[in-house]
């Protein structure tokens, strides 16, 4: 690289870091987090709140450099907003819950955070993947500081525990995945995501994790169990029924319908009309595959969620010969999933009735904007670290290299539309806190793959595996 250029690439990052560090928000004169965009042009709406999920971004940069206490505070903070008592109440937050995003507000000279579980949020949206964030980003500040004293407390034990709680509880469902509704995550709006979306699952497998790790099993044991039981099924089942490649591809194709009982093959009654086997079958490249979007009564999402994928790389809930098919397919369909920004949030993009149908017409979420088929930059750490993991690290450096050629001139939005991800997003917010930190951090992942730890899980250990084999031939393969 000419001098030329390194000296760009300095200061463009010295510039992101000014930036980031403008977005940090005080409670109380201490650092707790960061708002969600610095935009003075539009009015904030709720960007001027700290969003968890937005959050986790600069919080891992922050572990990164040093600057545990910011993340310490974070913790702390939005621990302390989780409901701790059981209210019978449908418009309370249920116990264990952690917040979509909080502000700090004024009161007669006192200052108070104020927390939002949906009930402000456009589309009263449920924030399923806040308590599940919150578990992730536990995970890298003890990975970081080396420090479980902060874990091992009998609030944050609590709190794990509830959380815990929610997400294991008896429920109707007998899946092993989470079953929420539409909007549960970063996808928050309406886009046909409701029932068991990959990115919640992906989610849900590194917080059980990172609970298995953080947990004392000592007064904990039932919990700890039901972490045992959930992980090995939870994971054999997002690998063997939201796997798509060609030669499942080619069993679906295949698959008889309305099998009854415990030997059906198609267990879950897709009708093969319902899937694009044509398009998909085009698509897919022969050393390729992916995880589907859903997975429910007849029900098979095939559209890409790069959230989810990643995040399944990422917390090993992908099997290592996946995880290489999930970098391969990204590799060769790079125009469609990176295109001029990494990367799309979903491929392809609901269009036409569907879009109608699906979206309940969301002018927002048109086909190639926002959430539907647009470009998020903020991706492109969980691209990184994919990549880590994976040793695919020249994707994750042609994708770096795409994006900080872009992303200061057009002010760090947040979101790109079109096919290739070529325009500003319509609405986009300039200055997005999580499009400046996914730079800064897939930057810092490249640079110095010892940090991966901090989000990454390793596989399982021999022991973990002969159980996880049991339990899926006895429950998926009989
Ligand atoms: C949008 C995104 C959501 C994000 C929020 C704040 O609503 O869809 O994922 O947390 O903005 O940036």
């Known amino acids: 690289m000419q001098l030329e250029d390194l000296v760009t690439i300095k200061s463009l990052e010295n510039e992101a870091w000014e930036a980031l560090e403008k977005t940090i928000m005080y409670y109380q004169g201490r650092p707790v987090g960061t708002v969600a965009a610095l935009d003075g042009t539009v009015d904030a709406l709720n960007y001027n709140q700290c969003f968890i999920r937005d959050f986790v971004s600069s919080g891992i940069l922050f572990l990164i450099k040093g600057r545990t206490d910011i993340v ?3 913790l702390e903070e939005t621990l302390k907003l989780q409901p701790k008592e059981n209210q019978l109440d449908a418009y309370k937050p249920g116990r264990g819950m952690i917040p979509a995003s909080f502000k700090a507000v004024s009161l007669n000279g006192e200052e108070y955070l104020e927390a939002d579980f949906g009930e402000h949020a456009i589309a009263r949206v449920t924030p399923v993947d806040s308590c599940l964030w919150w578990m992730i980003l536990l995970k890298a500040y003890v990975a970081a500081t080396k420090d479980y004293s902060l874990a091992y407390q009998p609030d944050f034990q609590y709190g794990i525990k509830l959380i815990m709680e929610l997400c294991l509880a008896t429920r109707f469902d ?3 995945t989470l079953l ?4 549960a995550c970063m996808i928050d709006r309406r886009l046909g995501i409701y029932g068991h979306p990959l990115e919640i699952q992906s989610l849900f497998y590194a917080a059980l994790r990172a609970a298995r790790d953080l947990l004392i099993c000592n007064g904990n044991q039932d919990i700890v169990n039901a972490i045992d039981n959930r992980l090995p099924v939870l994971r054999a089942h997002i690998r063997k029924h939201y796997w798509i490649d060609l030669a499942r591809l080619n069993a679906i194709y295949r698959y008889k319908g309305e099998e009854y009982g415990k030997g059906a093959v198609n267990q879950f009654n897709i009708y093969v009309d319902s899937l694009p086997y044509y398009e998909l079958d085009r698509w897919l490249p022969k050393t390729g595959g992916y995880l589907a979007g859903n997975v429910g009564p007849s029900q098979l999402d095939t559209r890409f969620f790069a959230l989810g994928n990643l995040m399944a790389i990422i917390s090993d809930l992908a099997s290592e010969e996946q995880s290489q098919a999930i970098m391969n397919l990204i590799e060769k369909r790079w125009q469609d999933l990176v295109g001029d920004m990494p990367m799309k949030i979903v491929f392809p993009a609901l269009e036409n009735e569907e879009y109608r149908m699906i979206t309940g017409c969301d002018p927002k979420n048109i086909p190639w ?7 998020w930059p903020v991706l492109m750490w969980m691209l990184a670290a994919a990549a880590v993991k994976t040793n695919r690290i020249c994707l994750a450096e042609k994708a770096i290299e795409i994006a900080q050629a872009r992303l200061r001139d057009d002010e760090w939005p947040e979101y790109y539309d079109g096919k290739k991800g070529r325009l500003i997003g319509k609405q986009a917010r300039k200055y997005q806190t999580w499009t400046i930190a996914g730079l800064l951090l897939a930057k810092e992942l ?12 390793e596989p399982f250990t021999a022991e973990q595996v002969s159980r996880a084999c049991e339990f899926e031939i006895d429950s998926f393969d009989s």
């Open 180 to 183: 929420v509704p539409d909007g």
């Open 369 to 375: 904007s926002y959430h539907n088929g647009g470009n």
């Open 72 to 74: 310490r505070n974070f």
């Open 174 to 176: 007998m899946y092993p």
């Open 446 to 457: 490249i640079n110095n793959p010892s940090m991966l730890p901090l989000v990454s899980f």
